[in-house]
């Protein structure tokens, strides 16, 4: 059994400390995996666990658009968070998914949001190659073998990361892009940048785009259902955190996610 939670609207900071305290609260409480779906408000700036946030990313830029940000505990590059489901799954030891690689159950994982992009009637598939044409810190910007693409665009990237109390795989479905936006709170000379967007535009998608239909947040927490549910076979039961949850949540935003010591520690 899985558990499957809408936490809805949060900033980056309590959003990435969720994801956590899911992943906590399951080890010390014998708790079910979850399946998550959430939103970002405002518009959040992720940075990689392993990037450094002082050399890459304008924190200017991001406050004159109105965005946030917050370093992530998964690794790859920066993603913004906008138009789009975020999606993640926590697992705690022992489960059979954490027997595979780290490689293994990632692709395990989202092929179950691949299925998901098939019941809304899209085909998407794996790339089957790094993209060297493009150097970035955006993570959409730099498609690698383990993205999700439609028509050769990318329209999902995902993170893994496993510490001493399981898995923890988050990632962005994009609903809509804005391609100018992504790019705009990272350091980059205007001319690389403006070279880099159009490059990207042939690179970056979103499900409405590809599909050539509007495809709302419901659309796609509906299909991430169905799909998670047929390739991990296994029911999944609506959820919400519970009150211990929230307390974990509430103590690593305080202590983590929201200080400087965590988003500037690179």
């Not at 809408?6 to 969720?18: F, L, P, Q, S, W």
């Not at 059979?96 to 019941?119: C, P, Q, W």
């Not at 880099?196 to 050539?212: C, G, H, P, R, V």
């Not at 991430?224 to 974990?248: A, N, R, T, Y």
Request: proline content about 3%; glycine content about 6%.
């Amino acid at each position: 059994m899985f558990r499957f939670i809408d936490t809805g609207e949060n900033n980056g900071a309590m959003n990435m400390a969720i994801d956590e305290a899911l992943l906590i609260a399951q080890s010390e409480k014998r708790l079910p995996p979850a399946i998550r779906v959430y939103r970002f408000v405002p518009p959040t700036l992720s940075i990689g666990y392993f990037q450094s946030a002082e050399k890459e990313v304008d924190i200017e830029h991001c406050r004159d658009k109105g965005f946030g940000y917050v370093r992530r505990p998964t690794g790859g590059r920066a993603v913004l968070h906008d138009k789009e489901l975020t999606y993640s799954v926590t697992i705690s030891y022992p489960h059979k998914i954490l027997e595979m690689n780290l490689l293994d159950s990632f692709h395990y994982l989202s092929t179950g949001i691949i299925r998901a992009i098939g019941v809304l009637g899209g085909n998407a598939y794996f790339s089957e190659r790094e993209d060297s044409e493009i150097s970035s810190p955006s993570c959409f910007a730099s498609p690698t073998f383990s993205d999700i693409l439609i028509n050769g665009r990318k329209v999902v990237g995902s993170a893994q990361m496993r510490n001493k109390y399981g898995l923890l795989q988050h990632g962005s479905i994009l609903l809509h892009v804005s391609i100018e936006d992504i790019f705009y709170c990272f350091k980059i000379k205007d001319r690389l940048k403006a070279k880099i967007i159009e490059q990207a535009k042939f690179k970056i998608s979103s499900l409405s785009d590809e599909m050539e239909k509007v495809i709302s947040f419901h659309d796609v927490k509906t299909s991430l259902w169905e799909g998670m549910s047929e390739i991990l076979e296994e029911k999944l039961v609506d959820s919400k955190l519970f009150p211990f949850e929230k307390i974990i949540a509430d103590e690593l935003y305080t202590n983590k996610y929201n200080t400087r010591e965590w988003n500037f520690k690179r």
